[in-house]
């Protein structure tokens, strides 16, 4: 499954698109809501390797609004479960995501994303 933590990791590599190629843009997805066991440790050391604005704005792609538009100094226990949901519990399992500069779309079907490029777009 496309896990908005996962998806904040992944840029576009078609040749040639090397500036604005990340984050991808989610498109037409289909989103299921799977629980996961809360572990504060994780998402306190992941957020120093999360692009907050990346994270913010795909989360409201899928829906999610519960984080705040700037990543706060302090980090409290209601902020980490905000977090914890939006990085571990959101799964897109359908749709596509979308590069910004060269719309190039790589299709998300099952859960899992195909970032797989045709030869022509191996850089």
Partial sequence: MVRLITHNLLA????GCTTN???LVFQDVQV???EAEFNPDFIRN???RLEWTALVNA???????SLPPEQPDMIDD???QKLHHVLMEIHV???AMVCQNCSHTYAISNG???MLLAEHEIG
């Fill in 21 to 23: 190629n990340f984050p």
């Fill in 59 to 65: 989360a409201k792609q899928v829906g999610d609004t």
């Fill in 46 to 48: 992941m957020l120093s």
């Fill in 93 to 95: 399992t359908d749709g």
């Fill in 32 to 34: 299921e809501l799977q």
């Fill in 78 to 80: 209601e902020l980490l």
């Fill in 12 to 15: 576009c590599h078609v040749k």
């Fill in 112 to 114: 899992i994303p195909n």
